[in-house]
């Protein structure tokens, strides 16, 4: 079945700072790549989300980028603030079907 | 954008006896809907796929007569936690995505979670 690998599983960077987080996976059928900001005890957020007709999306502070080729995807926020800090999780959808396989999940901390 | 809505948001109950979690989708139709476990500083991992009006769906390794999964109707899906045992104790969080009709790229929205614990 679909596999989702995530890396790092903890980030901590200094605010101002960018922050950049890989995932890959393994079913080239997969279409559709989100990623979720959770915090704890709380349930998971979408914050940007790509299809596999493009290449990269950018909301502001983030960006998400997607290499069919290599079959990974990237989260990349610029300008990091405290508030960042958060478990996020990158997901894929199963050859476009409606399930998603989440990532192990990063840590990431952004000191003041 | 569209709301889930998960209850109980927490549980405490004895080994052995058994638990129901519910989710609705407030605001739209699910024929389809999603049963995910998380253990502490974990990951999200699917357990079912809960279908309306037909069998849910189980992912390999999960009980089925351990979690029942009842898709009723097209805004309720319930998970009972049969028996359950301190092993069980976790967070159970549901969710849905687009409604019928439309493809397979829109969110996915998650309900607030239940977090079991059995003592």
């Known amino acids: 079945g679909e596999n989702v690998e995530q890396h790092p599983s903890t980030l901590s960077v200094q605010e101002g700072d960018s922050a950049v987080i890989k995932c890959t996976y393994s079913?080239?059928?997969?279409?559709?790549f989100p990623w979720y900001k959770q915090e704890l005890g709380k349930r998971p957020q979408l914050i940007i989300d790509i299809r596999s007709n493009v290449g990269e999306k950018k909301d502001q502070r983030i960006a998400v980028t997607l290499n069919k080729t290599a079959k990974h995807f990237s989260l990349h926020i610029t300008e990091t603030q405290p508030e960042d800090s958060a478990v996020y999780f990158c997901?894929?959808?199963?050859?476009?079907?409606?399930?998603?396989?989440f990532g192990t999940g990063t840590r990431l901390l952004v000191s003041p | 954008g569209a709301v889930v809505s998960q209850h109980p948001s927490r549980v405490i109950c004895k080994s052995g006896t058994s638990v129901k979690i519910e989710c609705r989708s407030l605001d739209f139709q699910a024929t389809t809907m999603f049963w995910y476990r998380q253990f502490p500083k974990q990951s999200l991992m699917l357990m079912a796929t809960?279908?309306?009006?037909?069998?849910?769906?189980?992912e390999q390794g999960v009980e089925k007569d351990k979690f029942l999964i009842n898709h009723a109707s097209l805004t309720l899906s319930t998970l009972t936690v049969t028996s359950a045992h301190p092993e069980d104790s976790s967070f159970y969080i549901c969710?849905?995505?687009?409604?019928?009709?439309?493809?397979?790229?829109?969110?996915?929205?998650f309900g607030q979670g239940t977090r079991l614990t059995v003592v």
């Open positions: 809960s279908n309306e009006g037909s069998k849910a769906t189980y």
């Open positions: 997901a894929a959808s199963i050859r476009g079907f409606q399930k998603l396989v």
């Open positions: 079913d080239s059928a997969s279409n559709y």
């Open positions: 969710s849905a995505r687009n409604p019928p009709g439309q493809g397979a790229w829109t969110e996915a929205f």
